[in-house]
T-cell receptor, first 109, second 114 residues
Framework: GQNIDQPTEMTATEGAIVQINCTYQTSGFNGLFWYQQHAGEAPTFLSYNVLDGLEEKGRFSSFLSRSKGYSYLLLKELQMKDSASYLCAVRTGRRALTFGSGTRLQVQP | DTAVSQTPKYLVTQMGNDKSIKCEQNLGHDTMYWYKQDSKKFLKIMFS???????INETVPNRFSPKSPDKAHLNLHINSLELGDSAVYFC?????????????FGPGTRLTVL
């Protein structure tokens, strides 16, 4: 079966750095994705990792360790607009994405 | 221009009714999906079509029937609606052969069954 775990909620301060962890146990692995979802809106793509290591994209970075079944999303210089849910998702083979339950991030002034 | 569009955005209906949700993408993608997001925010795959061919059919009641008239459209028909069908339904599309297979989501359809 597929199992993806992330913390349910996190709180951080504007301007700070926050790391959102994701662990997964899946049958097959063909990439890990992070999506951002603001309340009442559609998920939007943030990052994709298929090889071990860090992928950096502006204020957002994502890390993957396939041997550990572990990823994290790092958000730097937090802004109020970063308050949203962050969804970790794994693709196995040609299948669609299997999503975790999401981490709701609250950025405080 | 909206990349992935869904209609309607909101749907309120009585138990036992039959309803349809439409999805269209203008990205030229060859793969489309339906996801269900429940009240706990779990986003779960329901169906996936590649070039009008059904490739994923998760454990979904057969009251749900997807239809893909062409590769730009994937509609979802639901028969005999039940209270537990209340959720937000998202359509998405991607290019199957693209490396990162980024999925683009529609705005969602909030279905409320009374």
């Amino acid at each position: 079966g597929q199992n993806i775990d992330q913390p349910t909620e996190m709180t951080a301060t504007e301007g700070a750095i926050v790391q959102i962890n994701c662990t997964y146990q899946t049958s097959g692995f063909n990439g890990l994705f992070w999506y951002q979802q603001h309340a009442g809106e559609a998920p939007t793509f943030l990052s994709y990792n298929v090889l071990d290591g860090l992928e950096e994209k502006g204020r957002f970075s994502s890390f993957l360790s396939r041997s550990k079944g572990y990823s994290y999303l790092l958000l730097k210089e937090l802004q109020m607009k970063d308050s949203a849910s962050y969804l970790c998702a794994v693709r196995t083979g040609r299948r669609a994405l299997t999503f975790g339950s999401g981490t709701r991030l609250q950025v405080q002034p | 221009d909206t990349a992935v569009s869904q209609t309607p955005k909101y749907l309120v209906t009585q138990m036992g009714n039959d309803k349809s949700i439409k999805c269209e993408q203008n990205l030229g993608h060859d793969t489309m999906y339906w996801y269900k997001q429940d009240s706990k925010k779990f986003l779960k795959i329901m169906f996936s079509y590649n070039n009008k061919e059904l490739i994923i059919n998760e454990t979904v009641p057969n009251r749900f029937s997807p239809k893909s008239p062409d590769k730009a459209h994937l509609n979802l028909h639901i028969n005999s609606l039940e209270l537990g069908d209340s959720a937000v339904y998202f359509c998405a599309s991607s290019q199957e052969l693209a490396g990162d297979n980024e999925q683009f989501f529609g705005p969602g359809t909030r279905l409320t069954v009374l």
